[in-house]
């Protein structure tokens, strides 16, 4: 059976991460999970720490020093998975945005229908988001029209980050030249798979706001999308005879 690992990075989530953590192990597919903690104040990765012992060798904890952003949370837990026998490497919100069950539906998009990438996409089927005002909705839905039409990609979310990827995309994309740490870090990720001319799909799903804790958006981390996909895509262009360097 293929091995699967679910990286789920987390800042103050102790209020989601015990129920999160047993529902994705309730599912009748097996998979691994990976908590990529940044040193969270709220004690989240005590409650990790604790739970396994009741999830031996299926649970494991990253811890960090500091909050640094999480674009770099996640490549910390791809390179942890890249150098484990994972043939499939999840990413997935802590804060059950993202529904566990569609884990299996991800699954089955690479493994069964042989995409190197599915997306949980909330826009792929009209507009699937349960909770956010209309004016978060709208700024979001406009944000990946932007990224599609400035990219060229043909990804209707392009700023999801509900993503399973099969390990030769993370083995072909250099994880270390990754630049943006926040909101475009979705976007770059998903841009490096369309150069390297993998096949992505995306799959329907319904995206949920959370309902405990506090949201990570912020301006900044909007303002680096924006830039960064134009500087991103100019990159592309005058560096298209060096992938590793885009």
């Given at each position: 059976?293929?091995k ?5 990075p ?9 129920r ?15 908590v990529?903690?940044?040193?969270s ?6 409650t ?8 031996k060798d299926t ?7 500091e ?6 949370a996640y ?21 059950f945005?993202?529904?566990p069950n569609?884990?299996i ?18 826009y ?30 043909d990804?209707?979310?392009?700023t999801?980050?509900?993503v399973c990827?099969?390990r ?37 799903v319904?995206?949920t ?14 303002s680096?999308?924006?830039f ?13 005879n ?5």
């Open positions: 059976m293929p699967a690992v679910v990286v789920i987390t800042y103050n989530e102790n209020e989601n991460i015990a999160l953590l047993r529902n994705v192990f309730a599912l009748q597919r097996s998979f691994d999970i990976l990529v903690d940044d040193n104040p709220d004690g989240t990765a005590e990790v720490r604790n739970l396994q012992t009741e999830y649970l494991f904890l990253l811890n960090r020093k909050k640094a952003g999480l674009g770099t490549i910390a837990g791809f390179k942890w998975a890249l150098a484990r026998e994972y043939d499939y490497v999840f990413e997935m919100d802590a804060d945005s993202h529904n569609d884990l539906r991800l699954f089955n998009a690479c493994h069964r229908d042989e995409a190197d990438m599915s997306i949980g996409s909330r792929v089927k009209g507009v699937n988001v349960v909770n956010w005002p209309m004016s978060r909705v709208l700024m979001s839905w406009v944000a990946s029209k932007y990224v599609r039409l400035i990219t060229g990609m990804i209707y979310d392009t999801a980050g509900f990827y099969r030769k995309v993370l083995e072909k994309i250099n994880l270390d030249k990754i630049q943006f740490v926040g909101y475009a870090f979705q976007i770059e990720m998903k841009f490096k798979a369309y150069l390297a001319n993998f096949k992505i799909t995306e799959v329907p319904i995206f706001d959370r309902t405990r804790g506090e949201s990570k958006m912020s301006g900044g981390i909007i680096e999308a924006i960064g996909v134009l500087k991103m895509k100019l990159k592309s262009i005058f560096g298209k060096n992938f590793n360097e885009i």
